[in-house]
């Protein structure tokens, strides 16, 4: 926002209007912030949820929902009962909390990372001092968005990344600009043929953050190989003439593994622990409904993303913080884990056989074979435009099935869009329902292909 420079009060005497240094911008007529007129019209979740109303017997494998029948009602029961049932537990859980968060939780996290990547909390440089409670992942990418980014700053993406954090950097006048990835993520060296691409062209001081999601990405369920981790800190540093460039490691689906090993975090090869900014949520592997995530901050980023949250709801919902402890201190939440991980093994299976089955006849459609996560990733024949105007979005519509575009999925800068990919969800419908919507898929194509 343009400000206008304060005159001295004496200034103020003379009856000529004071002069103003800065152009003002004209008001809009319904009084709307420049960063409300960003975001007028409809976004893709709109669209797609307006069909799914429409149109009840849809299959959505649009939509980035959990397994209904999998959620943890009985190990959320036990958890409350087990607060409810002492009355200074009670009364602590239903009071107002802190703006980092409730201590217990934030342990149980930082425990567990250092437990998931080898190294003791001492070894990775970090303490729980570091560790914020947001409102679910997007909270935390939200609030370092606003810490960071001016309007005209860029974050670089894998070209395709998540489209809400997309549509998130963009809603803050940023822009994102896409970086070429394959079947083992984010490719290094194209992020920094492309970094030194910004430099020539004056930009490099715009640029403030790499996203990653580093496990299982949405959209396209690949994995960022292990070899690439480091090397992705070591070219942020590189760059980071003007300022730190920050690499945003989402690890939303990190506990959605079905086969493999697991390896460390980006955030555990940064030794330093001042480059990596950590975002993680417990909605796709405890419950969305609980609305409880968290991110691991490099120290000099704590006082100013709480400063956010301060403005914003000085600490999220502390009740369902320490149900999450709870949850952690009985014991439950591996148990749970592993039950969602047969749960969704079975379902990613169905996914693929039904694309071995109706798809794979068809030429040119091809798919990744993702290890973990909630997604399969599609792509058609390039003749074949999979948009929300494209034909196919209708004719599969038609056909009982929905879908979410792959062009939603790349920034709007760098790496060439790809107008021929499809996004497939599997995680909230049955393995029978999963492969009747990719056969009305596959009936789609075949009539679009003709």
């Excluded at 502390?318 to 379902?347: I, P, W």
Aim: hydrophobic residues 40%; negative net charge; glycine residues 8%.
């Amino acid at each position: 926002m343009t400000r206008t420079a304060k005159l001295p009060y004496a200034a103020t005497l003379d009856k000529s209007p004071p002069q103003q240094p800065f152009p003002r911008p004209m008001p809009h007529r319904n009084g709307l912030s420049t960063r409300a007129r960003r975001d007028d019209g409809e976004t893709v979740v709109s669209v797609l949820m307006a069909k799914t109303l429409a149109q009840p017997d849809l299959i959505s494998l649009a939509a980035g929902f959990v397994d209904f029948d999998s959620l943890p009602a009985e190990t959320t029961a036990a958890a409350v009962q087990s607060i409810m049932s002492h009355p200074c537990h009670a009364s602590a859980a239903l009071q107002y909390g802190t703006t980092i968060g409730h201590p217990p939780l934030r342990q149980a996290i930082l425990d567990r990372l250092c437990q998931a990547d080898g190294h003791t909390a001492d070894e990775a440089g970090l303490s729980v001092d570091q560790v914020v409670i947001t409102s679910g992942s997007n909270q935390l990418l939200h609030h370092v968005g606003e810490v960071l980014l001016d309007p005209g700053d860029i974050v670089l993406c894998a070209a395709p990344s998540y489209f809400v954090f997309l549509g998130l950097i963009e809603s803050l006048g940023a822009t994102t600009l896409g970086v070429a990835s394959d079947e083992h993520g984010i490719v290094p060296e194209s992020l920094e043929s492309t970094l030194e691409e910004l430099d020539r062209a004056g930009r490099l001081a715009q640029v403030k953050a790499i996203y990653v999601t580093s496990y299982f990405d949405n959209p396209a369920g690949v994995t960022t190989a292990a070899q690439r981790r480091p090397a992705l800190i070591e070219i942020a540093r590189r760059f980071s003439r003007h300022h730190t460039i920050y690499v945003l490691e989402d690890v939303a689906y990190r506990e959605l593994r079905y086969h493999g090993d697991d390896v460390p975090s980006i955030r555990s090869f940064d030794a330093a622990g001042d480059t990596v900014i950590q975002a993680g949520t417990f909605s796709k592997s405890f419950s969305p409904g609980i609305r409880v995530g968290w991110g691991i901050l490099p120290r000099d980023l704590v006082a100013p993303v709480l400063a956010q949250k301060g403005h914003f709801d000085f600490g999220s919902a502390n009740f369902n913080q320490t149900v999450m402890a709870q949850v952690f201190a009985q014991g439950s939440f591996d148990t749970h884990v592993e039950r969602l991980r047969d749960c969704y093994r079975k379902k990613l299976q169905a996914a693929l056989d039904g694309a071995e089955e109706f798809l794979a006849p068809i030429d040119g459609v091809k798919w990744v074979r993702p290890g973990g996560g909630l997604y399969v990733w599609l792509t058609l024949p390039e003749a074949i435009d999979t948009g929300l105007d494209g034909p196919l979005f209708d004719r599969a519509v038609e056909e009982g099935v929905l879908y979410v575009p792959g062009e939603v999925c790349y920034p709007r800068e760098g790496a060439p869009i790809a107008r021929n990919r499809i996004r497939l969800s599997f995680g909230i419908q049955s393995c029978e329902s999963i492969r009747q919507g990719i056969e009305a898929l596959a009936r789609a194509i075949k009539r679009t292909a003709r």
